[in-house]
């Protein structure tokens, strides 16, 4: 059999750019109306999470509770994060979104932490919060204040972070583009609230990052937070 070099080359290129739009893009499109999460089954192991029997999905897949109430702000912190993913909401399955609701006392924080499957648009619900991002070239991009019903949005990948600027406690909801968005904190795990070495180090974090909002857009060379 001969071989027709121009069309093998453009079936390779089209591979290549699909391959490149799938490992790029947005996760995988779907192939029915909706496919709530079945959380009764853990027997298979797919990627994303299987569906419910059509037959006995309801209207309350699709809707959920979990971010109503305010989250225990009783850390070193003085914050909290609920993210809620096709998990624990099953409607969302397959939709390519979670949903967080984040509380911040005054002079709460949510430390350095990046998601590596979705870029995250927060809206400030209460409050006055400052928040930013650091891109691959270690350029910091801030936004000094938001206040309620502002809008900022946190790329993909790229390590974010807020603090409660303000005088009151601060609540912002959040939607990712991922069913599973995860995070990867640069704290790694958690810090033990009576440790003095810790706290020393997240009361330097904590200015370190508000010496940061005070520069406003200004570039850095570096980023050190510790
Ligand atoms: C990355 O940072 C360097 C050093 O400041 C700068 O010269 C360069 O233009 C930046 N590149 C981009 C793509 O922003
Ligand atoms: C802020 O939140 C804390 C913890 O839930 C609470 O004790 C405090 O009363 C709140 N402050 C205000 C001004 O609502
Ligand atoms: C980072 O900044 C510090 C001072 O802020 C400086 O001493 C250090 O040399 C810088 N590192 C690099 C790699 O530029």
């Known amino acids: 059999m ?15 750019i699909f391959s490149l739009e799938l490992s790029q893009g ?20 797919i990627n994303g999470l299987p569906c419910k029997n059509p037959a006995h999905v309801t209207a309350s897949d699709f809707k959920t509770s979990l971010l109503n109430d305010k989250g225990g ?6 914050s909290s994060t609920n993210i809620v993913t096709a998990a624990e909401f ?5 939709l ?19 998601h590596p499957r979705a870029s995250e648009m927060v809206f400030v619900s209460t409050g006055v919060v400052v928040v930013g991002f650091i891109d691959t070239n270690n350029t910091v991009f801030l936004q000094t204040i938001l206040r309620e019903g502002d809008v900022f949005v946190f790329p993909r990948g790229l390590l974010h972070y807020c603090l409660n600027n303000g005088f009151e406690n601060a609540t912002i909801f ?13 704290l790694g795990s958690k810090f033990a609230p009576d440790d003095d070495h810790d ?21 850095l060379d570096n980023v050190t937070f510790f």
């Open 2 to 16: 001969k071989l027709h070099l121009p069309s093998l080359c453009s079936l390779l290129t089209a591979c290549f």
């Open 26 to 45: 947005t996760e995988v499109d779907n192939l029915q109306d909706t496919c709530p999460t079945d959380t009764a089954q853990q027997n298979t192991f």
């Open 73 to 78: 702000t009783d850390d070193i912190f003085r």
């Open 90 to 94: 099953p409607g969302l399955n397959t």
């Open 96 to 114: 390519s979104l979670s949903v967080a609701r984040t509380d911040l006392e005054v002079d709460g924080m949510v430390t350095p932490h990046a």
């Open 174 to 186: 959040s939607v990712l583009n991922s069913q599973n968005p995860g995070v990867v904190s640069i």
């Open 199 to 219: 706290h020393e180090s997240i009361q330097k974090l904590k200015q370190r990052l508000i010496s940061l909002s005070r520069l406003e857009a200004e570039r």
